[in-house]
């Protein structure tokens, strides 16, 4: 499966992993993807660090960060 692409600013409050999942569930729920969206929520929310969440979500994202940072 190809996977979404989502752009953020990660120094503002698009940095934010909880901003960051309600762009992916737009875009994951415009493509009927709410199963796929349910288990990265999941997997994010109960990951032990903001790096882990980050390198859970780029597992099916395309994470474009405008800012650089990660």
Same mark, same amino acid.
């Given at each position: 499966?190809?996977?979404? &692409?989502? &752009?953020?600013?990660?120094?503002?409050?698009?940095?934010?992993?909880?901003?960051?999942?309600?762009?992916?569930?737009?875009?994951?729920?415009? #493509?009927? #993807? *709410?199963?796929?969206?349910?288990? #990265?929520?999941?997997?994010?929310?109960?990951?032990?660090?903001?790096?882990?969440? *980050?390198?859970? *979500?780029?597992?099916?994202?395309? #994470?474009?960060? &405008?800012?650089?940072?990660?």
């Amino acid at each position: 499966m190809k996977k979404i &692409t989502v &752009t953020i600013a990660s120094r503002g409050h698009e940095g934010n992993i909880y901003s960051i999942l309600a762009k992916v569930h737009l875009e994951m729920r415009r #493509l009927s #993807l *709410i199963q796929q969206y349910n288990d #990265l929520y999941c997997a994010v929310t109960t990951s032990e660090s903001y790096s882990a969440a *980050i390198a859970r *979500i780029r597992q099916d994202v395309e #994470l474009i960060d &405008t800012d650089g940072e990660v």
